[in-house]
């Protein structure tokens, strides 16, 4: 029963504080979102400025994993380069030390002080903004009662001799790094597994000269969780994994040298005799800001090496319809990339929107060109772009569904409502382009021709219709003057719409054209100013969205 007991009280606690840091995690993500987007691109093009940027983030969400993950996702989208990752990462190992430094200053026993005015901002509170905050702090507070209840529950372990067997032999670094690689790579999280350690150290169960390689093994195995996210991503994202790793076990590789050939270990213990947490804080805090100093000059090495373990390849793979930029069904959720997850999915949603956008244009001079040159031909290839679109438009659009569920933040979600929307509209331009080129078919087997007014007028909105698109793709700094631009050439589609009606009255009456060429003419007009109606449907929706925004 005793052994019952005590393994609930350590499943309950690591519940405890892996709940705790999604709370936080999730606050952050909820109070910062896009914001996160700009800190970075306005800091990590310095080195130094990049690690500490890493560094604060990671101590603010007590965890590295999810610091990784999102610069992972950060480098798939575009968002940040190689480099700047480089950067991150390193810092993101320095600022996952802060949970085993509070808990070594015993902060926890300010944690129910936290939980309660978390739990109360929450509750009393109705701003949005401050629950955000409240979540944080609660968060926090739940992170810390669940660190001292793991820590509880462990000191009767100190008298059960089969479990002190087991440890001793950590005191081999092999088994200790495995051990400690494996544990980590479960639970995803180096900072729940050192708190472990730290309680295990202060329960009497393991000394420092066994922990250190437990430690060290940790530092790799919170690799695992950015390489799973990796899947399925570019060829940077993965790189940007393999830097993690190599950080870590270049590290690992070091000190462990140096713990088995000085003494490292017992100059630890001697700076806090009395404190095993302290040690075992110590020593991490050590690993990752040595592995850093002695990496930083080398950063740019890192990122040619990488490229060297995983070199370009050919985009052979890649023919055939396929989302560019977003991950097809989605099954991440806020859970798997706590913060930043937001500026991650919403840029690549605008990139894919804007490759969406690109094709519309293309059909749409594919298929004023085949009805001026009466050549069917030009339908193969716009049938093939049409079903293209068509793709391109459901799987954004249940990726859309699958991440709103997940959103907080009102102004993301704003955002990503609005893409929702455009990519319905953009496939319905589509849908006009193909059928101004159908029309090319009948005009070709029954050897109609419009008159050479008509043409002209055909050219014209040819030619307009390729300036809202154009228009559409611009980059938007100021929202109401380039809404009011698109509206107004929305206005000057209808007018022409209207013109060009009245015109084939005059020509009908002269019997300058056929009855069937008018029939197609004016159905040609009908979608020419539906085309408009999209596109201005395109442009109120970006406008809602927020000025820095840019592209569709």
């Keep these: 029963m005793g052994n019952i007991s005590i393994l609930l009280g350590l499943l309950g606690g690591l519940a405890l504080f892996l709940y705790g840091m999604q709370m936080m995690s999730s606050g952050l993500e909820a109070a910062a979102g896009n914001r996160m987007k700009r800190i970075l691109e306005r800091l990590t093009s310095n080195r130094f400025l990049g690690v500490l940027v890493g560094a604060v983030i990671t101590a603010v969400i007590q965890s590295s994993s999810a610091t990784t993950v999102m610069v992972v996702g950060f480098v798939n989208s575009g968002m940040m380069t190689l480099r700047q990752a480089v950067w991150i990462i390193m810092g993101a190992n320095i600022g996952t030390t802060i949970t ?39 968060g926090l507070g739940v992170l810390f009662i669940g660190m001292e209840m793991m820590s509880s529950s462990m000191e009767p372990l100190q008298e059960w001799p089969a479990f002190v067997d087991v440890v001793s032999t950590f ?105 095993p947490a302290a040690q ?90 085949a009805v001026l040159d009466v050549d069917p031909k030009k339908m193969e290839g716009a049938e093939a772009t049409e079903d293209y679109l068509d793709y391109l438009n459901k799987e954004i659009s249940q990726y859309i569904s699958q991440v709103i569920v997940h959103e907080t933040n009102e102004q993301d979600s704003t955002a990503v409502s ?61 929202p109401t003057k380039w809404l009011t631009k698109v509206s107004a050439l929305e206005q000057r589609m209808d007018d ?30 009908t979608d020419f100013e539906r085309i408009g109606d999209h596109a201005l449907n395109i442009a109120q929706e970006r406008a809602s969205i927020s000025s820095d925004a840019t592209g569709v």
């Design 496 to 525: 022409m719409t209207e013109e060009y009606r009245r015109n084939q009255l005059k020509r009908m009456r002269k019997g300058s054209c056929s009855d069937e060429a008018c029939i197609i003419f004016s159905e040609l007009l």
């Design 171 to 275: 005191s081999n670094p092999l088994i200790g790094i495995l051990v400690g690689t494996l544990f980590t790579a479960l639970i995803q999280s180096s900072s729940a597994s050192v708190g472990i350690l730290q309680a295990l150290a202060v329960s009497g169960v393991i000394g420092l000269d066994s922990a250190v390689f437990v430690l060290f093994g940790q530092n790799i195995g919170t690799c695992i969780t950015a390489v799973l996210a990796s899947i399925g991503t570019s060829r940077n994202a993965k790189r940007t994994t393999v830097i993690h790793l190599m950080f870590n076990v270049f590290g690992t590789i070091l000190f462990t040298a140096v713990c088995i050939l000085t003494p490292l270990t017992d100059f630890m213990v001697s700076l806090t005799p009395n404190y």
């Design 280 to 369: 075992i804080a110590n020593m991490h805090t050590l690993f990752n800001v040595v592995t850093t100093i002695l990496l930083l000059p080398l950063g740019n090495g890192l990122v040619k090496l990488a490229m060297f373990i995983l070199p370009d390849r050919s985009e052979s793979g890649e023919e055939g319809m396929h989302l560019a930029y977003l991950v097809p069904n989605p099954t991440h959720t806020k859970q798997e990339h706590p913060i930043g997850f937001s500026a991650m999915y919403i840029t690549q949603l605008r990139q894919e929107l804007n490759r969406m956008l690109g094709m519309a244009r293309e059909n749409i001079a594919t298929c004023f060109q």
């Design 100 to 138: 085993g430094q509070l808990i070594a200053l015993d902060v926890g026993a300010m944690a129910p002080l936290f939980a309660f005015v978390g739990v109360a901002m929450v509750v009393f509170l109705k701003k949005p903004q401050i629950h955000h905050y409240g979540n944080i702090l609660a």
């Design 418 to 478: 609005a893409y929702f929307k455009i990519t319905g509209n953009i496939e319905r331009i589509g849908d006009h382009a193909m059928n101004i080129c159908e029309y090319t078919q009948m005009m070709h087997d029954k050897n109609i021709q419009f008159s050479p007014e008509a043409r002209e007028e055909i050219k014209r909105m040819e030619q307009v219709s390729l300036e809202a698109l154009d228009l559409l793709g611009q980059e938007v700094t100021d």
